[in-house]
């Protein structure tokens, strides 16, 4: 009897949280390089995002994104809560290896499925008849799950965004500013998407992401009037997005998370290992381009990803790369393969294009991949900014703030790793997802509601 009264409760509860979960929506807003130090700094005018931190959950110390700590990876990262050894995003694109002797290369035009290994979220929940958007969400192009997708594919979104979407966009005046704006602009086409969608057919997931901050800091530095500027106009634009959810009537059903993908260090210098190796004959340059590359770099900010092209002589060159850029000015580490399980990366073994082998480059000091500058380490003319760094640097950790519903007031964590995000958010909608590294946060969340 105990037992079938057990089995009685257990049912009724499934039915309750299923029922709090067909009525839930979920809003994620990436601010990409927002860095974690942001939240707290009496400096950054940033009122909206801090409502919603004291109102709901935050990550004292940030949140600790994945390697490499660039765009497209972590971005991955934040909808599947894998790492990219097994998502498969590595770059800001896809890396292509070509042959014997030539420089691999990366090429951004390309689809989810030819980028991601894995299901998004967004798949998930249309296997489950749930509805989602993507506003410059990276790797989503060309989706066949996303109702309304306007996609991170640079030069090519008017190929990929959906066609009622873009109509819309059009119809308002609105595709000629993002296609001729600037960053500030497009970020506002961006938000404007967003509040069409929610006043028109509210999404269960929509994820929007936002660019304008990076590329401030990326040309000033953080921590610059420039930075703090922008963070504050897009708290301004949060603030309209909760505007437009309590029109819309679903404020009070609605969680939001305010995450970024990445924090950012100022650099003054550029470490360039191509040049170390072409003065070692590792490449060959003729009419000003690449001819022959026994080992070339690709850098990705704070890491170079370093590909040795050879078969026959991939570990001489190995020990050449390791003996010239191991002590040498810039440098924090030089990794191999037996490295990258550590650092959540694959090894060139079960992902073709990934390096085979990583430089990482010390504070303030960028990876270049010039191979005609005037020596291995040059100096900027001007400070700058960059990311890519090993994410144990506690510079690269990325803003964390969740609140509303189903999300418990007060609470917080010391850290919390980005892997968590994509379970957190498939949990308060009712969906598991099919694998992950990450795990529920259920410290966050409130069971009452």
Not at 177 to 192: I, M, P, Q
Not at 225 to 247: F, Y
């Amino acid at each position: 009897m105990f037992r079938l009264l057990s089995l009685a409760a257990a049912a009724v509860l499934a039915i309750g949280q299923a029922a709090i979960a067909a009525d839930r929506h979920v809003v994620v807003i990436s601010l990409d390089g927002f860095p974690a130090s942001y939240l707290d700094d009496p400096e950054v005018s940033i009122p909206v995002i801090r409502s919603l931190r004291d109102a709901g959950a935050m990550a004292d110390e940030g949140l600790i994104v994945s390697n490499p700590s660039v765009t497209w990876p972590n971005h991955t990262t934040l909808m599947t809560g894998l790492h990219p050894a097994t998502h498969g995003v590595i770059f800001n694109g896809l890396p292509q290896r070509h042959g014997a002797g030539q420089p691999a290369t990366v090429e951004r035009e390309k689809t989810q499925q030819e980028l991601v290994h894995v299901p998004l979220l967004f798949d998930i929940l249309k296997r489950k008849g749930l509805s989602s958007a993507a506003i410059q969400w990276p790797c989503a192009a060309g989706s066949e799950s996303i109702d309304d997708n306007f996609p991170a594919i640079p030069y090519a979104a008017e190929r990929y965004i959906t066609p009622r979407l873009l109509a819309e966009l059009e119809k308002a005046g609105l595709w000629e500013k993002y296609k001729n704006g600037g960053a500030a602009d497009k970020d506002a086409v961006r938000v404007e998407a967003a509040l069409r969608i929610i006043k028109d057919r509210m999404p269960r997931l929509l994820a929007l992401h936002l660019i304008e901050l990076d590329s401030t800091h990326h040309q000033h530095g953080p921590d610059t009037p420039q930075g703090r500027t922008v963070a504050n106009r897009l708290d301004g634009l949060i603030g309209d997005i909760l505007k437009a959810l309590n029109e819309a009537g679903v404020r009070d059903k609605t969680a939001l998370f305010v995450v970024s993908d990445h924090g950012f260090i100022t650099t003054t210098k550029t470490l360039n290992p191509n040049v170390a190796f072409v003065n070692e004959g590792l490449i060959e340059v003729k009419d000003g381009k690449i001819a022959k590359a026994r080992a070339h770099v690709i850098p990705v900010g704070g890491i170079g990803m370093i590909y040795l092209t050879d078969p026959a002589t991939r570990e001489e060159d190995r020990a050449t790369v390791r003996r010239l850029l191991e002590d040498a000015e810039g440098v924090a580490a030089v990794l191999d393969p037996a490295d990258f399980a550590r650092l959540g990366l694959p090894t060139p073994d079960a992902h073709p294009g990934m390096a085979d082998m990583v430089v990482a480059a010390k504070e303030g000091y960028a990876v270049g991949g010039s191979f005609t500058a005037k020596s291995v380490v040059t100096k900027k003319k001007s400070p700058g900014g960059t990311h890519g760094y090993l994410t144990t640097e506690p510079k690269m950790r990325a803003l964390f703030v969740a609140s509303g519903a189903g999300i418990k007031p007060g609470s917080k964590l010391p850290e919390i790793e980005n892997i968590h995000i994509a379970p957190t958010v498939a949990h308060l909608l009712g969906v598991t997802l099919d694998r992950a590294d990450g795990r529920v946060l259920t410290e966050l969340l409130d069971d009452a509601q």
